[in-house]
């Protein structure tokens, strides 16, 4: 579990507000912007099968599915850390769940308009 990861999910929030309301759309005299660096375009995928995290640059990162991290997290040897690292990777996982709700949900509104 990479530390990408957690910035892909501390990053959602503020990509999936600028999306809902439309902020950074466009500069000066409707010239378009270039998205701000490390913009969350698209997650596909759930906990069981892992994410894909899709970035407006073309780039992508994948995290491992939900049984890989809990593999991982079962070799630390003490059951504090093991427990955190499970909660660590679920909150990590809702988080990118949410923000693929969201940007669903976004696109869906756009098309309907």
Same mark, same amino acid.
């Given at each position: 579990? @990479?530390? #990408? ?5 501390? @990053? &959602? $929030? &503020? ?6 309301? #439309?902020? @950074?759309? +466009? =500069?000066?005299? #409707? %010239?378009?912007? &270039? ?5 969350? %375009? $698209? ?6 099968? =892992?994410?894909?995290? !899709?970035?407006?640059? =073309? +780039? $992508? /990162?994948?995290?491992?599915?939900? +049984? !890989? ?10 059951? %504090? ?6 909660? +660590?990777?679920?909150?990590?996982? &809702? =988080? ?5 709700? $969201?940007?669903?949900?976004? /696109? /869906?509104?756009?098309? @309907?308009?």
């Amino acid at each position: 579990m @990479g530390r #990408g990861i957690q910035t892909v999910v501390g @990053g &959602a $929030a &503020a990509a999936v507000a600028l999306c809902l309301v #439309g902020a @950074g759309t +466009s =500069g000066a005299a #409707g %010239v378009p912007q &270039a998205p701000a660096p490390g913009t969350i %375009v $698209a997650v596909y995928g759930d906990a069981a099968n =892992g994410f894909e995290v !899709e970035y407006a640059d =073309g +780039s $992508a /990162e994948y995290t491992t599915t939900w +049984s !890989e991290a809990r593999a991982e997290c079962s070799e630390y040897d003490r059951r %504090v850390q093991r427990v955190r690292c499970r909660v +660590s990777v679920r909150t990590r996982y &809702a =988080g990118l769940a949410a923000t693929r709700d $969201a940007l669903a949900y976004q /696109e /869906e509104r756009l098309t @309907g308009l």
